[in-house]
């Protein structure tokens, strides 16, 4: 007999960028861990399975952030007065540094992973601290979740405080094979470990080159940030005068999606022959519009990474963004994309609602495979919304009620369940 479920009421998701599928009424099928459609009628071959009437909800494929701090949640919303190279400095690093003490990160990363579990986000790409111990315990609460994440212990070695600065290249490079190799006994389900070099001004060319090494040697996925303001633009180029642009100083290394699938966090600044680069390497962008807002960054040319065929998903990047919110998330970069075009690029044309909602879905959901929609053989991440709450003076369409749940953060209050890969975490 097939294992699954099947729910039952109004279904949206995007297939393909700019374009949402709106089906009324109708059934999407979970077979095990995968989605096998949507349908009119349920099909003969699943009229086996339980069938849950999501009473006129709102079904949607589950979130994908593609860029946050789990240590920064405790502060997220606050600290906000600064630019990027102050702000690590006077908010981010000092709290980042608490994660030395075990016993913090398991208070702290148990109400992450809850406030997680709760959120519209199915999946996450996740920064931890520079400390093995507090960034397994951060994969523990993550694997309790069941959320599906990548998790990656950081790297600095020069140029965090001083207690937040590990001891040299070869001690950063000894902690992160040990993160590794314990990750791989615990036998995780749902939590894999990605390699995670801070950013260029905090990982010496020495560090680098032996993280290109753990990264051939174990097929790692790597994330890290990328040209997010300009004074830090400006220190990379002081940094690494040999390096043609600032992705190149990741790339020298084989940290550049060249070998093995990598995110890259905002990508403001991005020059030319960078971006090509990144098309090249096929580099995912992680889209971050409420930190780059928060920490005065800018904002980065959507529009342009699209046409250039570059995949783009979106990041709450917690704490410089101020929400774990992916729905704020996406109106934050359509609002974000407007004033692009009206202030900075009028060629530029600003997302659309359908296009937004792809990137937080199936664009950032490419980075774990065939995740983020409701076709055939995709991941079954889905959450139900139940807005019976908000009512108006007239009967609003589906897509109208699905935009509001947007524009208007039903994700706080509205969230009726959540299944990951075919299992209900909520
Ligand atoms: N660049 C290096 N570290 C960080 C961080 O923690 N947050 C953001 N937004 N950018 C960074
Ligand atoms: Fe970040």
């Not at 919303?77 to 980042?96: C, H, I, K, Q, S």
């Not at 999606?257 to 390497?281: D, F, L, W």
């Not at 889209?287 to 960054?297: G, R």
Request: charged letters at 25%; aromatic letters at 10%.
């Amino acid at each position: 007999m097939k294992q699954g479920i099947i729910l039952k009421g109004n279904i949206c998701y995007a297939p393909e960028n700019d374009r949402l599928v709106v089906r009324e009424n109708a059934y999407v099928v979970c077979e095990g861990k995968n989605c096998r459609g949507v349908y009119e009628q349920i099909p003969q071959a699943y009229r086996t399975l339980d069938v849950i009437d999501c009473q006129g909800g709102l079904i949607l494929p589950g979130m994908i952030d593609l860029h946050i701090h789990a240590p920064q949640f405790t502060f997220s919303g606050t600290g906000m007065d600064y630019e990027l190279l102050d702000w690590l400095n006077r908010v981010a690093f000092p709290e980042e540094e608490r994660y030395a003490d075990s016993g913090y990160a398991r208070q702290a990363y148990g109400i992450f992973a809850e406030r997680m579990k709760k959120s519209a986000t199915s999946r996450a790409v996740i920064f931890a601290t520079i400390h093995t111990d507090a960034s397994l315990i951060l994969m523990d609460c993550m694997e309790e979740s069941g959320l599906v994440s990548y998790v990656g212990k950081v790297n600095m070695d020069r140029d965090g405080s001083p207690a937040l600065t590990e001891e040299s290249a070869a001690a950063s490079a000894a902690e992160t094979r040990r993160f590794i190799e314990e990750c791989i006994r615990r036998g995780y389900q749902k939590t894999r470990p990605i390699l995670t070099p801070r950013f260029v001004p905090c990982c010496t060319s020495e560090l680098m080159k032996m993280l290109g090494e753990i990264r051939r040697e174990y097929d790692l996925p790597v994330q890290s940030h990328l040209s997010e303001n300009p004074g830090e633009v400006e220190l990379v180029r002081k940094l690494e005068p040999q390096a043609a642009f600032y992705g190149d100083a990741y790339d020298r290394y084989g940290l550049f999606g060249r070998e093995g699938k990598t995110v890259m966090a905002h990508c403001v600044y991005s020059v030319p022959e960078e971006i090509e680069r990144m098309k090249q390497n096929g580099i995912w962008v992680a889209h971050c519009p409420s930190s780059n807002m928060n920490l005065t960054s800018g904002i980065a040319p959507v529009r342009h990474y699209l046409e250039q065929g570059i995949r783009v998903g979106l990041g709450s990047d917690i704490g410089g963004g101020s929400s774990e919110s992916m729905f704020k998330g996406v109106t934050e970069a359509i609002q974000n994309s407007k004033l692009y075009w009206r202030y900075v690029d009028s060629q530029a044309k600003w997302l659309t609602f359908a296009e937004a909602f792809y990137l937080a879905t199936k664009g950032g959901g490419s980075f774990f495979g065939k995740v983020g929609s409701f076709e055939d053989g995709y991941a079954f991440d889905a959450i139900v919304l139940d807005d019976s709450a908000e009512t108006y003076a007239r009967e609003l369409s589906v897509q109208d009620r699905v935009e509001k749940a947007f524009y208007r953060e039903l994700d706080k209050t509205g969230i009726a369940m959540k299944f990951v890969e075919g299992e209900r975490v909520l």
